[in-house]
């Protein structure tokens, strides 16, 4: 979509898709001689229906330099309330909050919110100095749930903040 490219894309608060993926850079701050020990993205998010549909399960996946990272079982799209800093502006009958998730890349795997779910390692990301970390999000084209995703920003849903990257070292 050719939204993609507009210079206002960088104030969007609320991203939507019923399918695909999404990616975002991130700069990486790890200083010189340090050894990372992992990595983190903390996200609201939830599944994309039509307005909105709390049982529409969708299967979320992430990717961090191309390596699959993990993928979290959203249970709905949620709307029955309004999210806790959704703007009025935002008409009620649609998607309103997501969930608070966190994936975690360690050196001993990957994670969802202290579960495990995969088997890469930090060391295997190839998070290199000065280069950027690209993580995706999305559907994969194979999903048993292709139920689209929202990832919202700090003014929607119930968490004021943003996409947030940690980095441990």
Known sequence: AT??????RFRAQLLWSAGGYVEYCFPNKLP???VLRSISFTMEI???APNYRED???????WINGMECGTFLSPGDFG?????YTPPVWESGSTQYGLLTNWS???????INEERAGNVTVEQLGILPDKVIVLRIGNKEDAKYIG????????????PQNIVMSLEY
Do not use: H
Not at 3 to 8: A, G, N, R, S, V
Not at 56 to 62: G, N
Not at 105 to 111: A, H, M, S, T
Not at 148 to 159: A, P, Q, R, S
């Open 56 to 62: 529409w399960k969708s299967e979320i996946t992430m």
């Open 148 to 159: 689209g995703f929202n990832i919202f920003g700090e003014k929607y849903g119930d968490y």
């Open 32 to 34: 010189k001689n340090k």
């Open 105 to 111: 890349v360690r050196q001993d795997g990957c994670y």
């Open 46 to 48: 939830c599944s994309e």
């Open 3 to 8: 939204c993609f490219y507009l210079p206002e």
């Open 80 to 84: 029955a309330r309004r999210g806790r």
